[in-house]
């Protein structure tokens, strides 16, 4: 509790509006963002509306960039607390996790629902399938972050090409477009991110028409839980050393 109190206080108390803008930042930036594509978007490729295309596949992609981009940098945000026999990675790990967390879910909620009221969009929401595909983002999160926050601080160069190699995921996970629409033998090599089966659950629970029939809650499993385990392996073994070394 003490380190999400911290982290809330450090990375939101600083700015005019505090954690209030931490949501409406991220969700006037969809908004935005959303309004440009339609623009030059007139006709999705399913549905009728794009604002709620877009959004479907922009909200569950910001909530993986943004946690686990905050997980993985844990160990590097709490360092001098660290030095603490009571504070350990996983403290730091989980603080994180909640509070962008619950964050990434609040910045959902507006701009999901401010669409739905906004717009015409004959569209069938199945909340099941929604938090379902939450939850399924949040633990493929918590894995590639967890693995990352190793990585970062072992390695720092590795933070920057992560950036770099990440930089186009926004584009290979099907934001824009459908999975189906994409040639072969391309399509069978985009079905390995992960982030592709996250966007078209999301995208079938907003177009009950929508099959989705190729994604695999087996397949994003098996690589958050993979990465969380070699994750929480080599922080258990080498943390200290690199706090250390720090």
């Known amino acids: 509790m003490a380190l999400i109190l911290r982290e809330m206080s450090t990375t939101y108390g600083r700015s005019p509006g505090g954690y209030i803008w931490a949501v409406l930042e991220p969700a006037l930036g969809i908004a935005l963002l959303t309004a440009i594509f339609s623009l030059g978007f007139k006709s999705p490729p399913i549905g009728i509306n794009f604002p709620i295309f877009y959004a479907t596949g922009m909200v569950p992609f910001l909530m993986f960039s943004s946690l686990s981009g905050s997980i993985a940098t844990s160990l590097l945000f709490s360092k001098r607390l660290l030095a603490y026999p009571s504070v350990t990675f996983v ?70 090409a992560w950036s770099v190699i990440t930089r186009p995921l926004f584009i290979l996970s099907c934001v824009l477009f459908l999975f189906e629409t994409v040639p072969q033998p ?49 922080l258990s073994r080498y943390h200290r050393d690199m706090l250390n070394d720090g």
Do not use: K
């Open 186 to 234: 391309y399509r069978d090599i985009l079905w390995y991110n992960p982030l592709v089966h996250v966007v078209g659950r999301m995208r079938s629970a907003f177009y009950p028409s929508y099959d989705a029939a190729y994604v695999s809650y087996t397949y994003v499993y098996s690589v958050a839980l993979i990465s969380l385990a070699v994750g929480l392996v080599f």
């Open 91 to 160: 403290d730091a790990i989980i603080g994180r996790l909640i509070v962008n967390g619950l964050t990434q879910l609040m910045v959902a909620y507006f701009i999901l629902f401010g669409i739905l009221m906004m717009f015409e969009t004959r569209t069938v929401p199945d909340l099941l399938v929604i938090f379902q595909t939450f939850f399924l983002t949040i633990v493929l999160s918590l894995g590639v972050g967890t693995m990352n926050c190793f990585l970062f601080t072992m390695v720092p160069v590795w933070q920057r």
